[in-house]
């Protein structure tokens, strides 16, 4: 596969079951969207004996019976690949990623810079653990950069948030 179809083209989320986001979620959420589909590596690997439909893809994330749902489809709609993932690993790391966020949110408004600096390295990290986290669930599924792991976790927050 080449650069151009290892990747993503489109990105729909799921969240007709969630409840309603605050709006710096949604914020986040158009900020992961538009910087995923701006630069992302994207793979699906041979399974067994299935052939492997190159991208670019289509992936629709939702969250369906408490499971993580990766719905993968080809630019023109042919069902690529479908899988589902456990929630648990990833509880942990977005129930400390959103108290992070809430920090800083609240510091950009009261605290001078060295703070926030300070917390933003803390939510960077934090963010790196989810990222790390999804490539390890995903093994043997997709492969994905790191870049696109955090993007992509920072939807599964946004999934989690109503989930």
Do not use: W
């Given at each position: 596969m080449t650069?151009a179809?290892?990747?993503?083209c489109?990105?729909e ?6 409840a309603?986001a605050t ?11 538009f910087?995923?589909?701006e630069?992302n ?32 489809t080809?630019e023109?709609?042919q069902k ?8 648990g ?27 926030i ?13 989810g990222?790390?986290?999804l490539q ?9 950069d ?5 993007r ?12």
């Amino acid at each position: 596969m080449t650069e151009a179809t290892s990747r993503i083209c489109h990105i729909e989320i799921d969240d007709t079951q969630l409840a309603a986001a605050t709006a710096e979620i949604e914020q986040e959420r158009r900020v992961a969207v538009f910087d995923l589909l701006e630069d992302n590596s994207f793979t699906l690997p041979p399974r067994g004996d299935q052939p492997v439909l190159d991208g670019p893809y289509r992936l629709s994330l939702a969250i369906r019976d408490r499971r993580l749902v990766f719905d993968v489809t080809t630019e023109d709609k042919q069902k690529a690949g479908e899988f589902h993932l456990s929630l648990g690993p990833f509880r942990q790391v977005v129930k400390d990623y959103f108290q992070i966020c809430e920090s800083y949110f609240s510091a950009v408004k009261t605290m001078p810079p060295s703070q926030i600096e300070a917390i933003d390295m803390a939510r960077r990290g934090i963010h790196n653990e989810g990222a790390r986290v999804l490539q390890e669930r995903l093994e043997g599924k997709a492969i994905v950069d790191i870049d696109t792991a955090r993007r992509l976790f920072t939807l599964i927050c946004v999934l989690h948030f109503g989930g």
